[in-house]
């Protein structure tokens, strides 16, 4: 497919899928007028790194960590190790932490809510 449809198919802009490249966290064919191309595996890949992103892990950190995951294809994990691993589980534990401090904020403004008392018009 071609950059167009995996734009409209993921929902991201042909800009960010270029920059996706750039940084080496997308990669894809050449045609021999240079356009890209990209595999099915590229929708579910388009996803992954927009969640990963989402969470607060940097581009490098996705270069790092997809190798270990497998895409829509079913390809191998080409690495894991223990180092990874421990890195990951930080960032999981960092997003816990951001998931509790969200959860006591949306408790703090429902408490608000629940204790405003609407405002009543004044008659003249």
């Known amino acids: 497919m071609k ?4 734009s409209r198919r993921t929902g991201i802009s042909e800009r960010s899928l270029r920059y996706y490249e750039k940084q080496g966290i ?3 064919e050449r045609t021999p007028g240079g356009h890209r191309v990209y595999g099915e595996w590229a929708v579910d ?3 992954r790194i927009q969640i990963l992103l989402a969470a607060g892990l940097s581009s490098d950190k996705i270069n ?4 270990c995951l497998r895409d829509a294809d079913g390809g191998p994990n080409e690495r894991t190790d223990e180092k990874l691993r421990r890195e990951l589980e930080a960032e999981r534990d960092r997003i816990d932490e951001s998931i509790r401090d969200l959860m006591l904020t949306r ?3 429902d ?4 204790t405003a008392e609407p405002r009543r ?3 003249a």
């Open 45 to 47: 890949r388009v996803i």
């Open 64 to 67: 790092y960590l997809l190798p």
């Open 3 to 6: 950059i167009g449809e995996l």
């Open 121 to 123: 018009s004044v008659s």
């Open 111 to 114: 408490e608000v809510i629940e």
């Open 26 to 28: 997308l990669r894809s």
């Open 107 to 109: 408790d703090i403004l």
